[in-house]
């Protein structure tokens, strides 16, 4: 008999099936037995009548709280049973699997009058036996929800004419400074781990694609210790020729975003609402557009906030959240790009305009940046004048050459999976991946 997924058991009431899963709850009485099941679809009630089924009661005493079993059983309606008024009445039940006592709580627990309250375990903890945490509703909709996400995404390029591609994470040189890499041990030699698919999204570009995108792992070797930032994500970055300027990038990003909103919104926005009281909002565009001088001058009115004139060529943090007020209080929007950064904070890789302002972008989320975009310098000479500015000319070499022979003005931009999946849930980035990676995490 094949297994029958929880969500499907409407379907067979009065029909023998067989479902598999975890144990979630579990109350063992003289005469009756309730099991409550998990699979990654829903859960189901099994109900023991003991003096009726006297053959699984050995079974029933070895059951543990997250063993593993299989249930064989009648399908019953009953309008007693809370989970849906359906239950199973078992015909056999084989335990696949003992579960040892938890080493972590997953959640708070309240007291009752026999135990105490227990109290969840710290991001850390849970981390470390993250294949138990991992068990939950609400980390199992998390990745339902990416999954949707990716997909959305991948299938709106897809609609685009873009196609999929997939670039070495083993390079031979830097692919955004020299810095924050990752360096490994190559035969004779030393590499790096790709800081992203930059340089060769570009050479899918000389190479006449048009349009590319690529989802794969980002590593950056940044000692960051805050609640948006880890060493290892899945990068989500796309590229694409013959635009005409950076804000042909900027469309494409807020046409992507809301695309992929509306599908997130539409298939569990209420179960988001429901297990982390978090609203999915569809952006309308276009998304609020605003200079970097201009946000600084703004925040500085309206909330009294100041920088020193050295950083203001670049987004702070704070200034990053703080845009997330001004954006909602101007526009009741939860998007903002920020435009015209100084070319020193900027890779050298952006197109510049007449007045040496480069042509791109920061794409703000609900206080966070989410995105750098840009178009990219196309023209071989100022290209390669403009690693030479700094100080990059020798070790993109081999990627200089991709200019050298013919390429079309193009632009894109990255996105971070988890960071993306950690705003939509307003969590923690530790909490919003499969397995965080950090300068203090390398297991499990």
Request: aromatic letters at 12%; one cysteine or more; a negative charge.
């Amino acid at each position: 008999m094949e297994k029958t997924y929880i969500s499907d058991i409407r379907n067979f009431i009065g029909e023998k099936i067989k479902v598999q899963g975890f144990v979630e709850n579990f109350r063992n009485s003289r005469k009756m037995a309730f099991i409550v099941v998990k699979d990654i679809t829903g859960k189901v009630q099994i109900t023991v009548e003991k003096e009726l089924k006297p053959e699984l009661c050995d079974t029933l005493e070895k059951i543990t709280g997250d063993s593993v079993i299989t249930v064989t059983g009648t399908v019953r309606e009953d309008d007693y049973v809370k989970l849906g008024g359906i239950d199973i009445v078992p015909d056999e039940i084989i335990i696949e699997s003992i579960a040892d006592a938890l080493p972590i709580a997953r959640k708070d627990i309240p007291a009752t009058k026999k135990k105490a309250a227990v109290e969840r375990s710290s991001i850390d903890q849970r981390i470390d036996y993250r294949w138990i945490d991992l068990r939950t509703d609400e980390n199992q909709l998390m990745f339902k929800v990416q999954t949707v996400m990716v997909n959305a995404m991948r299938q709106f390029l897809l609609d685009r004419k873009f196609i999929e591609i997939h670039t070495p994470k083993l390079i031979g040189a830097a692919s955004e400074s020299g810095a924050n890499v990752f360096e490994v041990k190559y035969f004779d030699r030393n590499a790096y781990l790709a800081q992203s698919p930059q340089f060769y999204k570009q050479m899918a570009m000389a190479g006449g694609f048009e349009r590319i995108f690529e989802v794969g792992p980002v590593f950056r070797a940044e000692k960051s210790y805050t609640s948006k930032h880890t060493t290892e994500f899945t990068g989500f970055d796309l590229e694409f020729s013959y635009i005409t300027s950076h804000k042909d990038v900027m469309k494409m990003e807020e046409e992507l975003l809301k695309h992929m909103l509306s599908a997130v919104k539409e298939q569990y926005g209420e179960q988001i609402k429901e297990l982390f009281g978090t609203e999915v909002i569809v952006p309308e565009t276009p998304f609020p557009v605003i200079k970097l001088a201009d946000l600084y001058k703004a925040l500085e009115e309206e909330f009294g906030y100041t920088v020193d004139d050295s950083e203001k060529n670049d987004l702070t943090t704070d200034a990053e959240r703080l845009s997330y007020e001004w954006v909602k209080k101007h526009y009741n929007h939860e998007f903002l790009f920020v435009t015209d950064f100084g070319a020193e904070k900027r890779a050298f890789y952006h197109m510049r305009d007449e007045n040496g302002i480069p042509m791109g972008y920061d794409l703000i989320w609900r206080g966070v940046e989410i995105t750098t975009g840009a178009q990219r310098e196309h023209r071989y000479e100022i290209l390669k004048a403009q690693a030479e500015e700094k100080g990059l000319a020798e070790d993109v070499k081999f990627y200089l050459e991709f200019f050298r022979y013919g390429c079309p003005p193009h632009g894109g931009f990255g996105l971070g999976v988890d960071r993306l999946t950690m705003l939509i849930f307003g969590l923690h980035i530790k909490e919003a991946m499969f397995l965080f990676r950090g300068p203090n995490r390398l297991t499990p």
